[in-house]
């Protein structure tokens, strides 16, 4: 299968890039050439352009792009960029699609659970539509339409709403762990804000059995079926690492530090994949212990 991949030098894109590369053709979108080629050698083809890729001969395109939305307080400049990092290379895909006469068979596009806004203990399924609105329902709501516009009788489109990616080489884990290593770690805030969490491996299976079954399409709840607590996850972690974990980060710090973009630490969704349970997909790491001990282990 010919595959083009946008984010295939971030966290979850690279991961795919090294599962992929015997078994596929893959290009691979970047801003740098040279960064592709540093990281993947010849296993790849790199493009800086989409107007250097014949759609026509395409037959998957893999939509991960977007600035790292932790990282940086969300000034109003930051936001358009966050957006816009989305929103235009999204846009600009799919009127690529819809040029070709021959298109692509699937879109895979990323979003993210945040389209379901700040929730509370309720179990929310890809059909939750009691969204709340802020920032990153709103970037993420609008990201999705973007995508779905590709949705044609040629071309199925699948939106991943992702949740926390648990990866030793990446995201919210690798910032988690040198505090909680060192027996400073603890709860967020009030600790009962839901981490909807997935493994590494079960984020590159998902995306993979999506791309193989031709029948599916939507939303698609990118998250382990048994979601916790922040202060289980804080308790879970620290017992794999065999540290305590008693000193807790209040929220008032958090929002000094990070401003509104703290939100996303100190509210969360408690969400499950309903539609992927549906469809037959099986999970390697349903619970939290095992996957952080496998983690762990490599």
């Known amino acids: 299968m010919k595959i083009l991949l946008t984010g295939g030098t971030g966290l979850i894109g690279s991961a795919l890039v090294n599962q992929w590369h015997n078994s596929h053709e893959l290009i691979v979108l970047s801003r ?3 960064k592709v080629k540093a990281l993947f050698s010849e296993r790849v083809q790199a493009v800086t352009a989409l107007s250097d890729v014949d759609f026509n001969t395409v037959d998957a395109v893999v939509n991960l792009a977007g600035e790292p939305i932790v990282g940086k307080r969300w000034s109003e400049a930051q936001k358009l960029h966050l957006c816009h990092s989305r929103w235009d290379i999204t846009e600009q895909l799919v009127n690529a699609i819809k ?19 700040r929730q509370q203990s309720q179990l929310i399924s890809e059909d939750f539509n009691h969204f709340h609105a802020e920032f990153s329902q709103q970037l993420c709501q609008r990201w999705e ?5 590709a949705s044609s009788p040629a071309t199925r489109v699948c939106v991943l709403r992702t949740g926390i990616v648990l990866a030793n080489n990446g995201g919210a884990l690798q910032k988690m762990l040198p505090p909680f290593k060192a ?15 997935v493994h590494i491996n079960d984020m590159l299976r998902l995306i993979d059995f999506l791309l193989q079954h031709p029948t599916l399409n939507g939303a ?12 289980e996850f804080s308790q879970t972690l620290a017992a794999v690492l065999r540290r305590p974990a008693l000193l807790p980060m209040p ?4 929002r000094l530090l990070f401003g509104e973009m703290a939100d996303l630490l100190l509210t969360g969704q408690r969400v499950i994949p309903t539609n992927l349970l549906k469809a037959g997909f099986e999970f390697q790491f349903n619970t939290l212990q095992p996957a952080l001990e496998a983690l762990q282990a490599t």
């Open 32 to 34: 740098s050439a040279a």
């Open 99 to 117: 040029a070709a006469q021959t298109p692509p068979k699937v879109l895979l596009s990323g979003s993210a659970i945040g389209i379901y806004g």
């Open 145 to 149: 339409e973007l995508a779905l516009a």
């Open 183 to 197: 027996g400073l770690g603890g709860r967020i805030g009030t600790g009962e804000q839901f981490m909807s969490w």
């Open 220 to 231: 698609f709840n990118a998250t382990a079926p048994q979601p916790v607590t922040n202060a």
């Open 251 to 254: 929220a008032f710090v958090l």
